[in-house]
């Protein structure tokens, strides 16, 4: 998370995929409160992990498969890290 937050500047977002969805608030702690706004969660990974009813609760954002490509299209760069 620290190398992301380090990446991170205003108007960007983050969507977290396969176990990083385990970073949805209450999980995992909070992601930084600056990153928290703009944070989305591939929804069919947070369904494997029966985190959906949880990402609902917390009224987070959620993106499936459909609008990933939409999400990618909306920004002139994409960083991905492990």
């Known amino acids: 998370m620290q190398r992301c937050l380090s990446q ?3 108007g960007d977002a983050v969507l977290f ?13 909070d992601p ?7 944070c989305c ?10 985190l959906l009813q949880l990402a609902r609760e917390a ?4 993106v499936c498969d459909s609008e990933f490509a939409e999400l990618l299209g909306k920004y002139s760069f994409c960083l991905t890290w492990k």
């Not at 995929?17 to 702690?29: E, I």
């Not at 930084?32 to 703009?38: P, T």
């Not at 969660?41 to 029966?50: I, K, S």
């Not at 009224?59 to 959620?62: E, K, L, R, S, V």
């Open 8 to 10: 991170f500047s205003k």
């Open 17 to 29: 995929l396969d176990d990083g969805v385990m970073h949805l608030p209450g999980q995992s702690g």
């Open 32 to 38: 930084d409160k600056s990153l928290q706004a703009n």
């Open 41 to 50: 969660f591939a929804a069919q990974d947070l369904e494997a992990r029966g």
């Open 59 to 62: 009224d987070a954002t959620i």
